[in-house]
């Protein structure tokens, strides 16, 4: 009996080390394949920006590449060094097919996103897209195998899933290094209309960041309550953000100072008696 245990330990004992070795020599296959696939992609990328290929596209099918060789990599190492059998491979991607294509259904359909994106070239690098209904815009940076990467203008980095760039709308600035500023104000009916355009128009004088090409201040809208007063300008894309606020401060600071009502929603009611 004790003969037995011991042989049964010294077969699991070599098995164990025998596993164990085999796992440390796949690991080991593994990051160099991997540092040298990298190595590689960086070598085929710079040839092909070199060339003057699109680097989102270039940068893409690299990409792809580089994973569909690492997958490919990890099955053979694993097969080859018997870690694991064939059959057992096959088994379990059978088994597991159904779960992890409903689990992966996101990634499946951000990875399609890519490939439209890809094909259709919306937008490349250096462009500046607005997508409005996630409310982000910036220039693109770079577009990967699941999300395309947005520097916005507050200079932060925004990865964004391939599939919300497909389904939504998009729109193009084609790296236009300007963009029309629109700002609308609200004025009381009773205001002195050519006065407050005049302001509006002293306001935009003293913004240097303006261009002063295509400056226009005029009616927008007659409102319920209120005339709204349209300012169409052109500014940097950069410091689109920070005229628009800072115009708005003057814009209300001046109307104050100038006694022009910016009037807000009310309801005057009026209660007729029969006496």
Known sequence: ??????????????????????????????YILSALLKKIANTLQSRLDKRGIDSIASHFII??????????AIFTIITQLNIVKEASIAALVASAGVGVSL??????????????????KP????????????????????????????????????????????????????????????????????????????????????????????????????GDSSVFLGILVTVPVLEYNSVRRELNEKILLEFRKEGITIPYNQLDVHIKSDK
């Open 123 to 222: 937008f490349k690098k250096g462009d500046y897209i607005v997508i409005p209904s996630i409310n982000i815009e910036g220039t693109v940076e770079e577009m990967q195998t699941y999300y395309t990467t947005i520097r916005t203008v507050l200079n932060e980095d925004v990865k964004i899933p391939n599939s919300q760039l497909t389904n939504n709308s998009v729109i193009n600035r084609q790296g236009d290094e300007n963009r029309n500023l629109l700002i609308k104000v609200a004025v009381d009916y009773n205001a002195d209309i050519a006065k407050a355009k005049k302001v509006l128009n002293e306001i935009l004088e003293g913004q240097s960041s303006i261009l002063q090409e295509g400056r226009q201040v005029f009616v927008e809208e007659l």
């Open 63 to 72: 990409n792809l590449i580089h994973y569909a060789i690492l997958i490919f």
């Open 103 to 120: 689990a992966m259904q996101g990634a499946l359909s951000n990875f399609t996103g890519g490939v439209l994106l890809l094909v259709l």
């Open 1 to 30: 009996m004790l003969d037995d245990f011991t042989l049964w330990l010294h077969n699991k004992g070599n098995a164990a080390l025998d596993f164990t070795i085999k796992l440390v020599l796949a690991i080991i296959l593994f």
